[in-house]
């Protein structure tokens, strides 16, 4: 019998043609296994058709850890057994199917990493060993089929003992295309500021020296740079935040290991699997009581986010010295991407670092750490990049046809939904300058051909001004696509839908802002939608605060409270007293006041995070947004421990939940109450209000599932809340699991809405 089988999925990077060659070989068979274009693994076999039987049983049920097979196609051959033995042929370049993927990046593996601290083992210490289990792929692959020369490792010729491992077909590095040593491979080398190298046969531990001591370095690892110091040392953690211009935003570290970890955070059983995971994301992780880290690294916040070295470089870092852990961020001039190239490094950060520890294999894509952090025990990603982009989400339904969405402005990621599968881009970033605009084309282009897609819908968001709706225009009048604008909460809420499979949905969507189909500020809305319904239904939603210069509010949290309490409590000597915190004190005050007064250059929003962000104004927890989500994010944190000292019963009107009651009643406690108390009462208002709406509008429309999406559901305290009361009131109660909660989701929802609701 001869059989030619098709393997599609992610089956190229993860040793699946060694596997094949070894399957193949032990039912004696003969043909050949190759790579393709298109990203899937072509075999030919010929011998007994029993053999046949139990290698294609063996396929499915003995593959790769990293391999994901989607389909297996066969066809039988016509014709003489022509191979007289089984073998790896060159790789060839058709691409007639698509929807297969390379790999994400994976992390050293147990093998390799024992390898790394064996003295008897030719790669002992060196920094950049991988084997077909582990090591870069998407970061370093820039076409298909994935061969060496189609990587970055092209410029990295294997001397003859990798050259033996990777043509031996029993080695664990057969055909693996990372396969490096000190002798062949990339090095590492330490320079200063200037980039002048500075000579030292240990680079890398002398780094991690260097970083014990209180320097700051930018080091290259396999996505992009980092900017790392000590996690325990003020001194460079200001001078950090100085340069960086981040006086709040939280640090993410790196600690040696799970067990260094427990020292100052808390992990449970599901935070240590995931952080161990191949994927390593950053998770969130509650901060001990005995929290011992400096205090500028999560300023004001309940956890910390920490990973675990994930290549031999980062671990070698920690030999030389005793630091728990180090600050590892990335390195991203504001609004703009990571940084990835050695060049562009030195001139950016070079008045920020004291040292940089460069390699000298390029990267081809960037790719940002991930991050993540669990509510009893559900997995909640704030982002989705390194360790799982560009592996798909796999669907229930299968799309007809393909569809490109850009995603909004923030956060920002595209996805691409072909057939079953949809593949979200890494993190790209807030798409507001070239650079990143510059960043979300390549990484489109380049998802697009990986995984070989003809798009036939480009989707973005309602708003008119954003530069991806823009760039989604462009696209579909050069290229002929449908274009489809879809509305940021729906878009959510449909995505939430899609990812559990649910026909139809009462869904509440919180956050920042969202463009309303009229344009309005949405941000405060719960939605009826149903899969073969067109559009949604806006049932309920929280009620309409002004915000006082517009945008500016976002950033001066107290605008919101001014604007929310005005005409309700004198306010006006309560924010004289505050006035330290108006970029331009009382001239600033009395503008605001007079805006509020003639409801002038004033916008009404829905948003629950401005509510949020008043509360937090008001108990005194933040008063300046330096980052995204910062007030809300820091009011979280402030009520982790408390308790509802108010138990004020949610006042619902026409489907409007009233939140002027609760941050009045907030503005008339405070200093009758511990701030933790407050912070939590107003949590429980806002979350108990949110699901009676939801509640009350499924059980009229005869909806059994409730679901909540947003940023505001990356927060404990809603999701638990809510749940309760969902849960009890006999309804399924529904959060993200494997798509960003956040604006990283967007993109998978507006093309799962473009292509599964009904138009
Ligand atoms: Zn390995
Ligand atoms: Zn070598």
């Known amino acids: 019998m001869r059989l030619k089988v098709k393997v599609t999925g992610i089956v190229q990077g993860v040793g699946f043609r060694p596997f094949i060659y070894r399957t193949a070989t032990a039912h004696r068979l003969t043909g050949y296994v190759k790579n393709r274009g298109d990203a899937i693994v072509e075999i030919l076999v010929e011998g007994e058709e029993n053999n046949i039987k139990n290698f294609l049983t063996d396929l499915k049920t003995k593959k790769p850890p990293l391999a994901q097979i989607h389909d297996i196609i066969t066809s039988k051959l016509e014709g003489k057994n022509e191979h007289r033995k089984f073998a790896v042929e060159r790789s060839t370049g058709e691409t007639e199917l698509s929807g297969s993927v390379t790999p994400p990046d994976i992390a050293i593996c147990d093998d390799c990493l024992r390898e790394l601290r064996n003295p008897e083992n030719p790669r002992f210490e060196y920094f950049f060993i991988t084997c077909t289990n582990c090591g870069p792929r998407f970061t370093i692959i ?106 709040q935003k939280p640090f993410a570290i790196m600690a040696r290991s799970l067990q260094a970890t427990e020292t100052f955070a808390e992990v449970n059983a599901k935070e240590g699997e995931l952080m161990a995971s191949y994927q390593r994301p950053i998770v969130l992780l509650n901060k001990k009581s005995s929290y011992y880290l400096s205090d500028l690294l999560a300023p004001g916040l309940h956890n910390v986010g920490v990973m675990l070295p994930y290549t031999g470089l980062h671990y070698m870092l920690f030999d030389k010295v005793n630091d728990a852990a180090f600050v590892m961020t ?77 995603g909004g402005e923030l956060n920002n990621t595209v996805c691409i939904l072909n057939g079953n599968k949809a593949f979200i881009s890494q993190h790209i970033g807030d798409v507001e300058n070239v650079e990143t605009q510059s960043f ?85 809305e719960i939605l009826l939608c149903h899969k073969d319904i067109h559009g949604f239904k806006r049932v309920a939603h929280l009620e309409k605060q002004p915000l006082a210069g517009g945008d500016l509010a976002t950033r001066y949290p107290l605008r919101t409270a001014a604007g929310i309490l005005y005409g309700k409590v004198p306010i006006d000597d309560w924010l004289l007293q505050n006035k330290q915190h108006f970029p331009h004190q009382e001239k600033e005050i009395e503008v605001i006041l007079q805006q509020l007064k003639n409801r002038k250059n004033v916008i009404e929003t829905t948003s629950c995070g401005r509510v949020l962000d008043a509360v937090s104004a008001i108990l005194g927890i933040c008063y300046a947004r330096t980052y995204e989500g910062e007030p809300s994010m820091k009011l979280e944190s402030a009520a982790m421990k408390g308790r509802d000292v108010l138990k004020l019963n949610p006042a619902i009107k026409n489907h409007t939940l009233n939140t002027t009651q609760i941050v009045q009643k907030i503005f008339e406690n405070k200093g009758k109450h511990a701030r933790r108390d407050l912070a939590y009462s107003a949590h429980a ?66 093309a799962v809405v473009a292509e599964f609701s009904r138009f």
């Open 330 to 406: 990335s390195a991203n001039p504001p609004n703009q991407p990571i940084i990835k190239d050695n060049e562009t490094a030195l001139k950016n950060l070079g008045n920020t670092v004291d040292y940089f520890l460069f390699h000298n294999r390029q990267i081809a894509h960037r790719c940002d750490d991930s991050v993540l952090r669990t509510h009893d025990g559900n997995t909640v990603f704030t982002r989705r990049s390194r360790g799982y982009a560009p592996a798909p989400i796999i669907l229930k339904n299968h799309a007809k046809h393909s569809v490109l969405a850009l």
């Open 685 to 750: 208002y806002l979350a108990k209000g949110l699901a009676a709406l939801a509640t009350e509008n499924a059980y009229d429309n005869g909806v059994k599932t409730v679901g909540f999406s947003g940023e505001v559901s990356y927060n404990q305290i809603f999701v638990k809340t809510m749940r309760k009361i969902v849960e009890d009131a006999g309804l399924n109660f529904l959060v993200h699991k494997d798509i960003s909660a956040g604006d990283g989701g967007l993109s998978f929802g507006q």
């Open 440 to 524: 979300l084309e390549t990484a489109t282009e380049h998802l697009l051909r990986l995984t070989n897609t003809k798009v036939e819908t480009v989707a973005c968001d309602l708003h008119p001004k954003f530069t991806t709706t823009k760039l989604a225009k462009e696209l579909a009048a050069e290229r002929g696509w449908q274009f489809r604008q879809v509305q940021h909460h729906y878009a959510h809420i449909f995505g939430l839908m899609t990812e559990h499979n649910i026909d139809e949905i009462v869904g509440v969507c919180c956050d920042g802002y969202g463009y309303g189909p009229k344009g309005e500020a949405w941000g405060g």
């Open 142 to 247: 820039e076409r298909l089929p994935y061969d060496r020369e189609n990587t970055t490792m092209r410029e990295f010729p294997m001397c003859s003992f990798c050259l033996k491992e990777y043509k031996d077909p029993m080695n664990r590095r057969f055909n693996a295309q990372t396969t490096a040593c000190p002798q062949c491979g990339p090095k590492a080398y330490l320079t200063n500021a200037k980039g002048e190298p500075i000579a030292h046969k240990d680079p890398i531990r002398e780094a991690g020296r260097l970083l014990s001591e209180g320097n700051i370095l930018a080091i290259k690892g396999y996505g992009g740079f980092h900017v790392a110091t000590s996690t325990t040392k003020d001194q460079p953690l200001t001078k950090l935040r100085k340069a960086k211009h981040r006086s």
